[in-house]
C-alpha cells in the first residue's frame, strides 16, 4: 500500500487498465478506508419511509462509527454521532444480530450514567453536573452533529463537516434517475447476509451485464446483454443502447424490454416471469408480468417488437392506474438516458424500472478485508395504504433465500475474492467497455485513498 500511482484521467477509461488487488484483500488496505473513505463519502444510510414521525429514529452503522437518524419535524430529519459525549457510551443499541436499531424517543437517555440529550442534540440532563463546577458547557455536552440530506426517498449522510452538497456529489446520476420519483416508491422486501468476500468484491458484482452470459446463462433465451458503461463523476450507468450497432438489438434501453426470438409477444412474457420468480420477485412488477402474459391474446401474430413493448406498456400502465398506482410521465429520451443500473459511489447499486427498482448495499464487516455486511431490497409504487410492512430480515445466500440468479452471484463473489489471493493473479483486467463503470469505481476510490488507482496498461 505504500506505492502512490496518479489517477487516471476521466477521458482515459476508454482504454486498457489493470490494478491491482491489494483493495479487495489487505488489511492495511481496510483500515486505511476507516480513516480515508467513510468519514468523507456520502453514504445511504436508509429510507425516509422508516422515520416518517417525530421522534422516530434509525441507526447506521459503517466500521467503528454509528450514526443516529432522527425526525425532529414533520419538514426537518437531523443526524449525530450516536455516542454520548461523557465517556463515549453508545446511546442506542441495535438489537444483537439486526441491522440497526429503530425506534421513537422524544429523548435519548446513555445507559451508563443517564446523561440525556433531546432530539436536536442538546444536553437535558447531567447527573450531579454540580461536581465540574462551572466547567461544561452546552457546545461540548450536545451530541456531534452529522451532515444528513435525502434524495430518492433515501437517507444520506456524511461525517465530513466539509463536505459537498449531496446534490452535487449526486449529480447527473440524480438528474437521470429523477423522472422516475423513486421517492414515491416504498419497500416491498429487504434482506441482508453476512457474505465471504470484501465489501468491493460484492458490489462490483452488480456493476455490470458482462457477466450475464457467463453467470445467468438461462437468460439468455430471452435476451441479449451486450451493454454499453459510462462514467459520471464518481458514479457510473451501464445499459443497452442501439447507438453501438455491434449490439444488433431490437431492444428498449430499459430494464423492461421485449424478450428476442421469433414471437415478442411469447419472449416478452416468458422473459418477465423468469425474472420475476429468479430475482426474488424483484427487476419487475407482477403488473407488467400479467400484462405481458396477456399479450398473446392482445396482439397478432409477428407484431413488431417496438409494437409489442409500447402496447404491454400501456396496458400494464391502465392496470396499475386501475389499482390506484400512478406512473411518473417518462420520455423516451429520458428512459434511454437513464440506461439499466446505476452505482453511486461508493457503495450503493440502483437497477431502477419505471415502478420499481432492485437495490443492493454493502459494507466491512470489521476489520476483515474477506467479510461484508450485504443488503438487498426491492422498492416498488403501491397503492396509498397498502405499503407492505417490511423489517431487516437475515437470510442464508442460497437459492431458497434470494433467488436462483442472486445465488448465482453469490458463487461468483465468494470464488473471486479467494482467487484474488492466488500467487498466479497479478492485476484486474476490466473490459474497457462494459465494465467502464468498474474502473471509475476504482478511479475515485484512488482519490479518498490516494493509491492503488487504475494503470494504463502499454
Not at 453514504?43 to 421522534?55: C, D, F, L, T
Not at 421485449?258 to 407482477?286: C, F, H, P
Not at 454493502?362 to 422498492?379: L, M, Q, V
Amino acid at each position: 500500500m505504500d506505492q502512490r500511482v496518479n489517477v487516471i484521467p476521466i477521458h482515459d477509461l476508454d482504454k486498457a487498465v489493470g490494478y491491482p488487488v491489494d483493495a479487495f484483500i489487505c488489511p492495511d488496505y481496510a483500515k486505511a478506508e476507516k480513516d480515508k473513505l467513510w468519514p468523507k463519502a456520502w453514504q445511504h444510510a436508509g429510507r425516509v419511509e422508516e422515520i416518517p414521525n417525530v421522534g422516530d429514529y434509525l441507526t447506521y452503522d459503517i466500521c467503528d462509527d454509528s450514526i443516529l437518524i432522527v425526525r425532529t419535524a414533520a419538514d426537518q430529519i437531523k443526524a449525530y454521532h450516536n455516542v454520548c459525549v461523557h465517556r463515549g457510551r453508545r446511546l442506542v443499541d441495535a438489537p444483537k444480530g439486526q441491522m440497526g436499531a429503530r425506534g421513537n424517543a422524544q429523548k435519548f437517555v446513555c445507559g451508563f450514567h443517564g446523561w440525556a440529550y433531546n432530539t436536536d442534540g442538546e444536553n437535558t440532563f447531567i447527573l450531579d453536573k454540580q461536581d465540574w463546577k462551572g466547567g461544561l458547557d452546552n457546545q461540548c455536552t450536545s451530541l456531534r452533529p452529522v451532515t444528513v440530506d435525502t434524495w430518492g426517498g433515501w437517507l444520506f449522510v456524511n461525517m465530513d463537516p466539509e463536505c459537498e452538497p449531496l446534490a452535487d456529489f449526486l449529480g447527473e446520476a440524480a438528474r437521470r434517475l429523477n423522472p422516475f420519483q423513486l421517492e414515491r416508491m416504498r419497500y416491498k422486501w429487504r434482506q441482508w447476509v453476512v457474505f465471504d468476500c470484501n465489501w468491493k468484491t460484492a458490489i462490483e458484482a452488480f456493476m455490470e451485464p458482462y457477466h450475464v452470459t457467463g453467470t445467468h446463462s438461462q437468460l439468455l433465451k430471452w435476451g441479449q446483454y451486450y451493454a454499453y458503461s459510462e462514467a459520471y463523476g464518481a458514479h457510473g450507468v451501464s445499459g443497452f443502447d442501439e447507438r453501438d450497432k455491434s449490439m444488433k438489438m431490437e431492444q428498449s434501453s430499459s430494464i423492461t424490454r421485449a424478450g428476442k426470438g421469433g414471437d415478442a409477444r411469447v419472449s416478452t412474457y416468458e422473459l418477465q416471469k423468469e425474472i420475476y420468480e429468479t430475482v426474488n420477485n424483484a427487476s419487475t412488477t407482477m403488473t407488467l408480468v400479467n400484462a405481458a402474459k396477456r399479450l398473446v391474446d392482445e396482439l397478432p401474430e409477428g407484431t413488431e417488437p417496438a409494437d409489442v413493448i409500447a402496447h404491454w406498456m400501456k396496458r400494464a400502465k391502465e392496470d396499475d392506474a386501475a389499482r390506484g398506482v400512478d406512473w411518473p410521465e417518462i420520455t423516451p429520451k429520458q428512459m434511454g438516458e437513464a440506461g439499466l443500473a446505476w452505482s453511486v459511489f461508493p457503495n450503493m447499486t440502483i437497477l431502477h424500472g419505471i415502478t420499481f427498482a432492485l437495490c443492493y448495499r454493502t459494507r466491512p464487516y470489521g476489520d476483515d478485508p474477506n467479510k461484508c455486511n450485504f443488503e438487498s431490497y426491492a422498492i416498488e409504487r403501491f397503492p396509498e395504504g397498502e405499503e407492505p410492512a417490511t423489517e431487516w430480515i437475515y437470510a442464508d445466500p442460497t437459492p431458497e433465500g434470494w433467488g436462483l440468479v442472486l445465488a448465482q452471484d453469490f458463487s461468483n463473489m465468494e470464488a473471486v475474492q479467494k482467487g484474488m489471493k492466488s500467487r498466479g493473479f497479478e492485476q484486474t483486467l476490466p473490459n474497457p467497455h462494459q465494465e467502464r463503470k468498474v474502473t471509475n469505481f476504482h478511479r475515485n476510490l484512488a482519490l479518498y485513498m490516494g493509491q492503488g488507482s487504475p494503470q494504463l496498461l502499454d
